[in-house]
């Protein structure tokens, strides 16, 4: 079974940072970084959509139009850790950010991390 953890999330005014992480455990390091991953985010009354995507070795990324040049994906497969940094934020950032697979099966969701854009 394998358990997403995501962190780092939390109220922030507009035009502020902050960094997701997400820990996947109970997968050898050689399956964690052969999965592309992603972040996905679910507002409120609309469904979960993927803002970022990160493929084996890193180097190839990609971003929903709406995020694009204002966040970054990047991992750590020495540590099972995907992390999102999210700068000059809008009230409209505001989500549940979750991480997961992007191709294939997805794992069991995890809790996922609330981001709050608000002044």
């Known amino acids: 079974q394998v358990l997403l953890v995501e962190s780092g999330g939390g109220l922030v005014q507009p035009g502020g940072s902050l960094r997701l992480s997400c820990a996947v455990s109970a997968v050898s390091g050689t399956v964690f970084s052969i999965n592309a991953m992603g972040w996905y985010r679910q507002a409120p009354g609309k469904q979960r959509e993927l803002v970022a995507g990160i493929f084996t070795s890193g180097a190839s990324t990609s971003y929903a139009d709406s995020v694009k040049g204002r966040f970054t994906i990047s991992r750590d497969n020495a540590k099972n850790t995907v992390y999102l940094q999210m700068s000059s934020l809008k009230p409209e950032d505001t989500a549940v950010y979750y991480c997961?697979?992007?191709?294939?099966?997805?794992?069991?969701w995890g809790q996922g991390t609330q981001v709050t854009v608000s002044s």
């Open positions: 997961n697979r992007i191709s294939g099966p997805t794992y069991s």
